[in-house]
């Protein structure tokens, strides 16, 4: 499939593992230069190498996105390294503590909301303004099915998500005058390295146990994998999907059809 995206330049926020890394590789193999970013260094130093192993002119730049300069710097980085913008992704998620709400420490809405939220603002706010002028630019966040109904015991990252939607279709009306498309993708349950550090504590016998009733859940009968969330995103990101704005696709197996 040519998804038209060839020797164009994509930042990929939180690129550095699972879905972010996923769609790093999904874009490297369209020829797309590739910069990912986290504020991991050791998992930006493995994903580059895979990067480059598939042919891809990629680079890691180390940011964390609950510090406003940190963004701004990223941008400039991304700017000097490659001269434009076309594509981004953000896929920087705060790690979900499951707890009821009265059993949450009060910095914890700020801790995540500052990542989950101000974070992906903050984002959208220097890509935005590295396309503008062009006529030309995609954005996609990546939220989450939880961000489309009430979750229990992960009331702060539903809110969170909630708000990645709202922002994504407000901000999608926005600049889509200017060229630039703005879309999500929730994901239901993937099988990451997130979800793997959430059941690591888990004995082999109950993480099975929890994996199959997970799976019983969901109408496909097994969790996505970070390939199918990636495959979304590049057809979000590529001019095959030109009329899609301020769109959230669902991509869960059924769960929540
Ligand atoms: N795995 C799932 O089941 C699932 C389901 C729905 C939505 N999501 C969402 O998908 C996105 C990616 O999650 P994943 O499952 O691939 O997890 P992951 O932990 O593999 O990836 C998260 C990435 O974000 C980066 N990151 C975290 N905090 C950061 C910060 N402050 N600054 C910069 N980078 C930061 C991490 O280094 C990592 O690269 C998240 O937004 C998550 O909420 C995941």
Redesign the pocket.
Known sequence: MNYELTSKVVLI??????????TARAFALQGTKVV?????KD?GAAAVSSLVALGSDACFIE?????AA?VDNLLSSVLRQFGRLDCAV???????RLARAHEMAPREVSEQL???VE?VFSCMRVEIDAMLGKNSGTIVN?????GLSGTPKAAL?SA??HA?IGLTRSIAKEYIGDGIRINAV??????????E?RVAHLSLKERTEQDSELAMEIPIGR??S?QE?ANAIIWLSSPLSSYVVGHSLVIDGGLTA
């Not at 990912?36 to 991991?40: D, E, G, I, K, W």
């Not at 940011?63 to 510090?67: H, P, R, S």
């Not at 990546?142 to 939880?146: E, G, I, M, N, P």
């Not at 929730?186 to 979800?195: D, K, L, Q, W």
């Open positions: 926020v939180g690129g550095t593992t699972g879905i972010g890394l996923a990912v970013a986290s504020r991991n998992h940011c964390d996105v609950g510090k940190s953000n896929s920087v998620g705060y790690d979900l500052s990542v989950d974070g990546v939220a989450s099915t939880t990252y969170g998500k990645v929730c994901p239901g349950p993937t099988a990451t390295p997130r979800r550090r969790l996505g970070a969330i």
